[in-house]
């Protein structure tokens, strides 16, 4: 990606501006017994620079593609902003074909696509990528599946204490 940005810097109209690459949307895979993949943000993350989350993570046990190839270890975990936009900050992914969804995530993570917006994705079925569907879809309540009813399913939310969905308030100083 360096050296992209380099070459891409020696040939473009203006080679006096500085360099600067998006590492943003970078995705790290590793090609294990389980595939790991994951893309933008994670929750410690999230909460060390103060961004309130929404967070849906799908377990393979309920993706038709993993059952059909009988490999159901491992899940989707979907991270976004706790705000009325619901922009996609990072997904995790473990599990077959991982890297698929991971892929598909960082072209969301690149554009700043809402989970509103990325609902209207038609995948594949049956694919991997169905799981990153259902975890938008949990967010958004529109999944068949509800949350939190199995331990594989699981929405939960995070924002700072002094945060209100995201946004920051301020506390109105009462005069004595």
């Known amino acids: 990606m360096e050296g992209r940005a380099c070459v891409d810097h020696m040939y473009c109209s203006k080679p006096e501006a ?6 943003d949307n ?21 909460q060390k620079r103060c961004i309130a989350y929404k967070m849906a993570r799908y377990g393979y ?3 038709s593609r993993a059952v059909a190839m009988n490999n159901t270890r491992g899940f989707v975990k ?9 922009q996609v900050l990072g997904v995790r992914a473990i599990g077959p074909h991982a890297s698929s969804i991971v892929e598909l995530a960082s072209l969301a993570i690149h554009n700043k696509e809402s989970a509103y917006k990325l609902e209207e994705l038609l995948t594949a079925y049956p694919a991997v990528t169905q799981g ?8 958004l309540g529109s999944s068949v599946l509800k949350p939190n009813v ?7 939310e ?15 100083k009462t005069r004595k």
């Open 18 to 23: 500085d360099i600067v690459p998006d590492f």
């Open 26 to 46: 970078l995705s790290t895979i590793m090609f294990l017994d389980q595939e790991v993949a994951a893309v933008g943000l994670n929750e410690q993350q999230c």
């Open 61 to 63: 046990e309920f993706v």
């Open 78 to 86: 979907l991270i976004v902003t706790n705000d009325r936009k619901m």
């Open 132 to 139: 990153f569907l259902e975890c938008l879809r949990m967010l």
């Open 150 to 156: 199995f331990p594989e399913l699981v929405v939960s």
């Open 158 to 172: 995070w924002h700072p204490p002094e945060f209100n969905r995201g946004r920051a308030y301020q506390v109105k």
